[in-house]
């Protein structure tokens, strides 16, 4: 069992900037991929950025070139640094990780970009 809490949510002005963190605890080791998804109001859960254990990184088209995701492994962390947040960005952001093929999720953490 892996559980994923993660933090940094809140209300920025389109143009800002947020981080967002998400910790990983119990079954550490098995992790392979983290990452980020995203569901606005009436819309799917999309992926916004993954990391997988050996650092390769992959986003969404709409965010390339503004987000970045890493991963602090001795930390057990993976941060999403979002800049030129835009209101489209606004949504529940969740965290993910893949450990042994099973994806574990976190509760979620609301993003709002004010226009």
């Known amino acids: 069992q892996v559980q994923l809490v993660e933090s940094g949510g809140g209300l920025v002005q389109a143009g800002g900037s947020k981080r967002l963190s998400c910790e990983a605890s119990?079954?550490?080791?098995?992790?392979?991929?983290m990452g980020w998804y995203r569901q606005a109001p009436g819309k799917q859960r999309e992926l916004v950025a993954a990391?997988?254990?050996?650092?390769?990184?992959s986003y969404v088209d709409s965010v390339k070139g503004r987000f970045t995701i890493s991963r602090d492994y001795a930390r057990n962390k993976v941060y999403l640094q979002m800049n030129s947040l835009k209101p489209e960005d606004t949504a529940v952001y969740y965290c993910y990780a893949d450990a042994w093929g099973v994806d574990y999720w976190g509760q979620g953490t609301q993003v709002t970009v004010s226009s």
């Open positions: 119990g079954s550490i080791f098995s992790i392979s991929a």
């Open positions: 990391i997988t254990s050996g650092g390769t990184t």
